[in-house]
C-alpha cells in the first residue's frame, strides 16, 4: 500500500516523520503496520486477501462512551476438563468473518473433546498467542440472547503430555467484532456451534443493547 502526502502533511511510522510518497510494503496476511496522524494512529493491515485501512482515533464515541462489559459471574460448574487431539497435520479451515465477503483461513492442529451435562462436544482449536496454547471460537445457546451472537473466543494453555487441557468457560471472551462493526473477526468453524447454553463468560456489551 502506497499513500501520496500533500504539502504539509505528514506521518510518523515506527518513530519516523514520512512526507510525501511513502510504501508501506507488503504486508502479510493477518498482519498490520501502524502510522500516526496528530492524535489518530491508522492501521494498514491485510485481512482475506484485501488490504485495509483503519482509522483509531482516541475521540471516537465507541470509545469515550464505553460503559461496561457485563459477564456471567464465576461458576466452577463451567470448569472443564478435556482432551486434545491432534491432527496428524494441521489442517487449513476456512471460517467466514464479522464482515460480509470476506474468509479467513487458520491452520488447526487438532481438536478439543469435553462432556458436558452428560454430553460428549467436540471443538475445532486454532493456535494460540501462548506457546504451544490453543484458541478455541464458538457459540451456543446463549449467542444472540445474552452473549454476542457471531462469536466468543477462549484461550487453553498448552495441553499436557497426555493431551490433558482446562476449558474455563468463565473465561469465554468477546472479540473485537462485539464493540464494533468495523472488526473483520473470524467467525466459528462450522462444527463449533454448542447445543448447549454456556452461561459463563462475557454477555454482549452495553452499547450492544446488553443488560447489566
Known amino acids: ?6 504539502g504539509g502533511e505528514e506521518l510518523t511510522v515506527d518513530g519516523t516523520v514520512v512526507r510525501g510518497r511513502y510504501a508501506f510494503g507488503v504486508v502479510p496476511e493477518r498482519g498490520s503496520r501502524y502510522a500516526d496522524w496528530g492524535d489518530a494512529r491508522l492501521e494498514v493491515a491485510r485481512r482475506g486477501g484485501h488490504d485495509l ?7 471516537n464515541a465507541l470509545r469515550t462512551s464505553f460503559r461496561h462489559t ?30 460480509e465477503g470476506l474468509e ?16 460428549r462436544h467436540a471443538l475445532t482449536a486454532f493456535n494460540g498467542s501462548a506457546p504451544g496454547g490453543l484458541l ?9 440472547v445474552t452473549t454476542y451472537a457471531a462469536n466468543r473466543s477462549l484461550h487453553l494453555a498448552a495441553p499436557g503430555p497426555d493431551g490433558t487441557v482446562t476449558l474455563d468457560f468463565n ?34 456489551p452495553l452499547e450492544r443493547g446488553g443488560r447489566p
Open 70 to 99: 457485563p459477564a456471567y459471574a464465576p461458576d466452577p460448574r463451567w470448569v472443564v476438563t478435556g482432551r486434545f487431539v491432534p491432527f496428524e497435520e494441521p489442517r487449513p479451515v476456512t471460517v467466514g468473518a464479522s464482515v
Open 1 to 6: 500500500m502506497v499513500v501520496e502526502l500533500a
Open 136 to 144: 478455541v471460537l464458538f457459540t451456543d445457546r446463549t449467542s444472540g
Open 171 to 204: 473465561r469465554a471472551g468477546n472479540l473485537p467484532c462485539a464493540y464494533t462493526d468495523l472488526a473483520t473477526c473470524p467467525l466459528p468453524p462450522a462444527g463449533n456451534r454448542l447445543p448447549v447454553a454456556i452461561e459463563a463468560g462475557e454477555r454482549i
Open 53 to 59: 485501512l483503519r482509522p483509531r482515533h482516541p475521540g
Open 104 to 119: 479467513h483461513v487458520y491452520d488447526s492442529p487438532g481438536r478439543v473433546e469435553f462432556e458436558l451435562d452428560g454430553a
